[in-house]
């Protein structure tokens, strides 16, 4: 009795000690200009006050080792100078988050790339089509880590290479190219927990652990960003995302068709190529119960069946619907809907995992979609979240 209470009270000053005031600040996205290119070098900034508060969110990035949070077109994302281990560390301690996954390094252009990570290197040959398509967007490549690299070894933890995007966010890009301090940026939620997809689901998270939220509204692509292996033979899907593999076929090359897509689940004991797939991820507290894509039977059918089966008794169960299910098929379930095109569910998937844990729903069943387009990156987060899959 004596322990616990000690412990506790420890655990109690730590807080105290550690514990910060988190300000949101609401910025006018819609007052940046930055070109969409990926040798564009700074924006324009017509709003005063957008201005001065990505300022200010540069000097904390310059001149402490505090992480700041901002919106990217994928997710919200958790920042600090990537050429800092005292600042990485600090992304690390935040989000609670195991020290061996490693961290994606965010860069505003490909001159900053070069200057600050490549120190002068070239790109590999291979991925000239992918950054000429898709940069600034969701797509992260892998870059060979050179032995002379200032990029912080707690962003890399072991691997031989450094992950890499730029993203196609105005504020994100802003604030990398006006602090010019590559980002070592995670999802900003706290570990374990669905990505964050406003400002609001980063407060709910990280309030009182970090001190500025840069508000630019709700992210649209709404998924993390496609992670790529051009430096093995063939080249590697190494996690699905905003950029997807029917297009990396298509806008990638001859080298890019043969791309090979990597397994998504490991077990917690294995070396795996993307390391962040071992753990648990995505997870509301309500039970996930993901209903497979679409085939002979429908989807209203499979749940239908399910909810007779199981004893669910007292329990408060929700309904996530996509493509096919209509909002008032289950009106005793609290439902959802995520969107009617694989895109708004997209974009919607993690808000809706959070809406449910916040209405208090304990099993949240999910009408999946086809694993193409979208639906590929969409499917790889929701069998993370779930405990239970039921094919249809
Ligand atoms: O869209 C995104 O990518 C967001 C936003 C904020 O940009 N960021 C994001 O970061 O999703 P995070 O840390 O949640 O996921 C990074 C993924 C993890 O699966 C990690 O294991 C993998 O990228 N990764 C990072 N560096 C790697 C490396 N050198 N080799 C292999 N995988 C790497
Ligand atoms: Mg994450």
């Not at 969409?36 to 990035?61: F, G």
């Not at 020290?99 to 120190?119: E, G, W």
């Not at 993901?290 to 239908?304: C, N, Q, T, Y």
Request: proline share 7%; aromatic share 4%.
């Amino acid at each position: 009795m004596r322990l616990i209470l000690i412990s506790n009270f420890s655990s109690f000053m730590k807080r105290l000690f550690t514990s910060m005031n988190t300000s949101i600040v609401r910025l006018k996205t819609a007052s940046i200009q930055f070109e969409k290119s990926p040798r564009a070098l700074q924006p324009s900034i017509s709003d005063p006050e957008t201005l001065e508060a990505l300022k200010q969110a540069s000097h904390v990035l310059q001149t402490t080792h505090q992480p700041v949070a901002f919106p990217t077109e994928t997710v919200y994302g958790l920042g600090a100078s990537a050429l800092s281990t005292e600042s990485v560390k600090s992304i690390y301690a935040a989000k609670n988050r195991p020290a061996d996954n490693p961290l994606i390094v965010h860069v505003s252009s490909l001159d900053q790339l070069k200057r600050k990570i490549l120190k002068g290197k070239e790109i590999p040959d291979i991925y000239t089509p992918l950054i000429d398509k898709f940069w600034p967007g969701p797509l992260t490549i892998l870059l060979p880590l050179d032995s002379e690299s200032d990029v912080s070894p707690a962003c890399t933890v072991g691997q031989p290479t450094v992950a890499v995007r730029m993203p196609d966010h105005a504020v994100a890009r802003s604030l990398i190219a006006l602090s010019d301090l590559p980002l070592a940026a995670p999802s900003a939620n706290a570990s374990t927990r669905p990505s964050p997809t406003t400002a609001d689901h980063v407060y709910h998270d990280l309030q009182g652990r970090i001190p500025l939220i840069l508000d630019g509204g709700a992210c649209s692509v709404g998924v993390e960003s496609t992670v790529v292996d051009g430096l093995s033979d063939p080249p590697m899907l190494l996690r699905p995302g905003g950029v997807s593999l029917e297009q990396i076929r298509e806008f990638g090359g001859e080298k890019w068709k043969n791309v090979l897509v990597g397994r998504a689940n490991a077990q917690t004991d294995e070396v795996v190529r993307t390391p962040g797939m071992k753990y648990k991820h995505y997870s509301p507290t309500g039970k996930v119960v993901l209903f497979g894509p679409v085939s002979d039977k429908s989807v209203e059918e499979a749940v239908r069946e399910y909810l007779e089966s199981e004893d669910l008794k007292d329990k408060k169960i929700g309904l996530l619907t996509s493509l096919t299910m209509a909002k008032d098929t289950f009106p005793e379930l609290h439902t959802l809907s995520m969107g009617a095109t694989p895109a708004l569910v997209s974009r919607n998937l993690f808000a809706g995992l959070r809406d449910m844990d916040i209405a208090g729903v304990e099993v949240i069943l999910v009408e999946g979609i086809r694993e193409e387009d979208e639906g590929l990156a969409v499917m790889n987060r929701l069998r993370k979240a779930a405990s239970e899959e039921i094919a249809v």
